[in-house]
């Protein structure tokens, strides 16, 4: 299934994308006398939700997806974590060497916009050199802790695509100061869509692609990341536990730098998309 949440005719609620249409699953409650929520990251961590992809099966969808607003998934996620320098191209870029260990950091809610929304640079006076980072992440199903790798597909709801800002000046002034660059207003987004892992028949044959102006400026598989997706689950899980709804995001092959009056998005194949316009 492909999830979203979506604004239409004053509301919003969760929805199935059905090629260019949205079937609310409000719908799917009243043809098929279920009670799903229409809260996206209640449905995420309902232990039942999987069984809607059959039961919307032979359901139309009604509203038109250019009628619509897609919104972010959900305003609140428990935790956002991110991976540095996953891919060699975007250690490379930054003249800086991969870590044995993933390289990770936290986001704060107050860092996020919605897709298709604004990144708003921050004064010159506090960075000058911010790029742009289109990447897969993951999105947890289930409270869980100490994943074996083996087991992390069973903790997972599915992927969506996410937009990841860097204050670079900032952090090439001292690594100490990688949570500050991160952590500007509008510096990451998530989704729009949500998919659900069984969409995807194989993770690591998924593209990772950052497009900056409309042309495309990086692009690399996830099977080139230095440490994968479930190994980054995994590990990070003998850390803390994770919840329904938590993002893991995975890295980013290169990132563009951004400057006022540009457009930039993340294309994560298979997944989705994520747009914005820079302020």
Known sequence: MKLCTAEFDGSKFAAILKGDKLLPVSDVNVKRGTRYSSDLLELIGD????????????????????????????????????IGLNYKTHADDLNAQQPDEPGSFMKPSSSFFEPGGEIVLPPEHLTKDVDAEGELALVFSKRCKNVPIEE??????????TLDMTALDILA??????????SFDTFFSFGPIIVTKDEVANLEDVEVITIHNGKEFSRDYVRN????????????????????????????????????????EAHVTCIGRLNATVR
Request: net charge positive.
């Open 152 to 161: 992390v597909p069973s903790v997972l709801f599915g992927y969506t695509t």
């Open 225 to 264: 990341m230095r440490h994968l997706p479930y190994k980054l689950a995994s590990f990070h899980s003998e850390v803390m536990t994770f919840e329904p709804g938590d993002i893991l995001s995975t890295g980013c092959p290169k990132g563009a730098r951004i400057k006022f009056g540009d457009t930039v």
């Open 47 to 82: 232990p039942d939700s999987a069984a809607l992809a059959d039961l919307s099966k032979d359901l139309t969808a009604t509203i038109p997806l250019l009628e619509t607003r897609l919104c972010i998934p959900y305003e609140r996620p428990g935790k956002v974590w991110c």
């Open 173 to 182: 002034k001292n690594t100490r100061y990688l949570q500050r660059s991160k």
